[in-house]
């Protein structure tokens, strides 16, 4: 077994699309209509669905709005330099609620963006690059 998709339901398509690939860097996937059932489905991700987990979008159209709800998390993607990441989504019009930084009773440096629909994505520093260990070396030797 393997995990194939986790999908969202999203007011505006455009919007999330625009978010998901052109401020997260995703790549749209596929996309298609379906009249009968008045939706749309759009699935992106970095990599092929033959290899890797991918988000699927899901329009429902007309629908402009959706409750979270208080049972959903968050998506989590692993980022090699996690300031340099968040200073590219907001220059990109991407807000990110919660800034660089360790999380709380850990080490783990973490960061939280939230997309056109309140889905909150948690952003993790993978390796060393980066963390806030090696962020307060480079700005102490400056």
Same mark, same amino acid.
């Given at each position: 077994?393997? $995990?194939?998709?986790?999908?969202?339901? =999203?007011?505006?398509?455009?919007? /999330?699309?625009? *978010?998901?690939?052109?401020?997260?860097g995703m790549n749209l996937l596929r996309q298609k209509d379906y009249p009968g059932? &008045? *939706?749309?489905?759009? *699935? =992106?991700?970095?990599? %092929?669905?033959s290899e890797t987990a991918v988000i699927e979008l899901t329009y429902n159209w007309?629908? %402009?709005?959706? %409750?979270?709800?208080?049972? +959903?998390? #968050?998506?989590? $993607?692993g980022v090699d330099d996690i300031y340099g990441v968040c200073e590219q989504i907001?220059?990109?019009?991407? !807000?990110? !609620?919660?800034?660089? @930084?360790?999380?709380? #009773? @850990? /080490?783990?440096?973490?960061? *939280? =963006?939230?997309?056109?629909? @309140? +889905?909150?994505? &948690? $952003?993790?520093? $993978?390796? !060393?690059?980066? /963390?806030? !260990? &090696?962020?307060?070396?480079?700005?102490?030797? /400056?």
């Amino acid at each position: 077994m393997r $995990l194939l998709h986790t999908m969202l339901r =999203v007011g505006n398509l455009d919007k /999330s699309l625009d *978010f998901y690939c052109n401020i997260l860097g995703m790549n749209l996937l596929r996309q298609k209509d379906y009249p009968g059932g &008045e *939706f749309t489905l759009a *699935f =992106v991700g970095y990599g %092929d669905e033959s290899e890797t987990a991918v988000i699927e979008l899901t329009y429902n159209w007309g629908k %402009d709005h959706y %409750d979270l709800g208080d049972g +959903y998390g #968050h998506i989590a $993607l692993g980022v090699d330099d996690i300031y340099g990441v968040c200073e590219q989504i907001k220059a990109k019009g991407g !807000t990110v !609620t919660r800034e660089p @930084g360790p999380m709380k #009773h @850990g /080490s783990t440096v973490i960061a *939280f =963006v939230q997309d056109p629909d @309140g +889905y909150k994505i &948690e $952003l993790i520093q $993978l390796g !060393t690059q980066g /963390s806030a !260990t &090696e962020k307060e070396k480079a700005t102490a030797a /400056s």
